[in-house]
């Protein structure tokens, strides 16, 4: 069975910036270690979410291409342990 | 450094404020900014959603400029207060505030005995006791609050390491003890001793602590139409991922009329500082420390007057770039850009420079207009770029490094040394090096950790930011040229 995997992109443009999506980095060990080869974390360019004054749901983050608002380290944990379960 | 929720609602509130200045709309929308950024359906963080509530309007306070300890009646609406800082002239602000709704006034720093403790026939912990204060009670150590006098002798000698000290954040990260407690057991800082470090700020894991913004009227300026000077601090390159040609279009963009990078101002500043050094040192004088980091001043005015001789009087980096701006266009409002909250009171000592806004307020700004430097195309004149020494003022050693290179007496010899990161310990460093146990005969002396890339209102890591700035001037052969001397005259 081959093992599940997850891609998870962070917005890294200036909003999400400013609303902390750099404290992403301090999970990545982490989840290295947890889920060894199983999630793939890319910053990316703005994705255009916080257009229009749609500043209040950043950081946005994809999950497996799924847009998620209001991102931070503690919410990609849980979801990451629902998919991929704990270990 | 870890995610902090109270951060991110901190710079929401900033950008929702500013945008509501730019669309006119700040008194109608400003009482709504608690409900809307915690709606009904919202999880609470707190007990319920009406204190997260409560909460959010003493940080929207905090971001006109207005101390939550103020607040006498809690039904003023924050568009009050939102009046009454924009119709003072120029509003006195103190620098930070403690959120007492925020604060768990945490119990004075303690040691406690877990569970983990196994009421062990040796019982170390009740005979290593100065104080007889631990006792063993229902098969479990207990200790008496009232007679522990908190020597930890009890944690060392325990063999099961139950017991653990329980810290205050805010006190703990203080290096100059200026946070105690009032006869009410809150919090209170005390500002006959406070450095304006702002540690205390990112060390409360309830972000009870804040700085009070100076952001409404420099937006007021900003939207006025008056000349605004931004004077850029080397850090800013850190920050946001863009080069100095994008940020200047940035803040031009934001409504400054003028950008000056404070670099400039640092290039004035080697050069004074080395010529002070060396007349000095010629003098027979034994050591000369570095004067640009105004929290370090603080500390030396508050906590260490006995090395106020030994501080260099050239003036900062920002002194004379402010001076320059102040010089083309004496009228305009001069707003330092940088990490620092201390900026604000040297800013407030001198004559040249009006406001002070941080890297966050800044960034909040940039969401508010919606203006993303890493976008744009930076594509106007640049300006001439400051030479790498005087953009190294950004680091820790860079003021150091860049009069290293600057020094050309081969009649005495320079011997540089450099602090980092002000605590008690360097504080009594610092004491001895007055009393002729410091070797070298020049101290560079920056309060945070990194410099200024490490200073309190930063977005980016510390670390990072330090890398960023770092990499870029090793890839830069420019350096001070001597011929600089002579265009460096004081304006």
Known sequence: MTEKRVTVEI???????????????????????RWPGQVEIIPVHCMDFCRGGAFHGAPYMKVNHVPVGKAHPQLLMSMLEEMLGGK | MHYNNAARISREVIIRIARGFSQKDLFRMIDRIPVDMVPKDEANIRCCIYKDR??????????????????????????????????????????LTILHAACT????????????????????????????????????AVIDSDSCVNCGKCRQICPYHAIVRIPVPCEESCPVQAIRDNEAGQKVIDRQRCISCGRCIGS??????????????????????????ALAAPALYGQFGASWAQLEQALLSIGFNEVIQVAQGAEEAIVHETDELYSRLSRKESFMTSSCCPSYIEAVNKHIPELKPFVSETPSPMIYSARRAKHQHPDTTVVFIGPCLAKRTEAARSEVVDFVMTFEELGALFVAAEVFPPELEGSRDPRRNPSVDAQGFAVSGGVAGAIARAWNHHDIPLKPAVIQHLDKKQITLLRQAVRGRYPGNFLEVMACEHGCAGGPCSLEKPETAEKKITQRLSSTKQTLHRDARQELSPV
């Open chain 2, 204 to 229: 409360c894991p309830f972000g009870a602590v804040m700085e009070c913004s100076q952001m409404l009227p420099i937006l007021r300026r900003l939207h006025g139409r008056g000349h605004v000077t």
């Open chain 2, 105 to 140: 006034s945490c119990r004075k720093s303690h040691f406690h005995i877990t569970n983990a403790c196994k009421g062990c026939a040796a019982r170390p912990c009740t005979t290593v006791c100065p104080k007889g204060a631990v006792k063993v009670v229902h098969g479990q």
């Open chain 1, 11 to 33: 917005c890294m443009g200036t909003t999400c910036f400013v609303l902390g999506a750099r404290d992403f980095s301090s999970i990545e060990d982490q989840i290295a270690l």
């Open chain 2, 54 to 95: 409560a909460l959010i309007k003493y940080r929207c306070m905090a971001a006109l400029g207005i101390p939550a300890e103020d607040e006498t009646d809690e039904i003023t609406p924050l568009s009050e207060y939102a009046q009454r800082t924009l119709s003072a002239p120029d509003p006195e602000m103190p620098l």
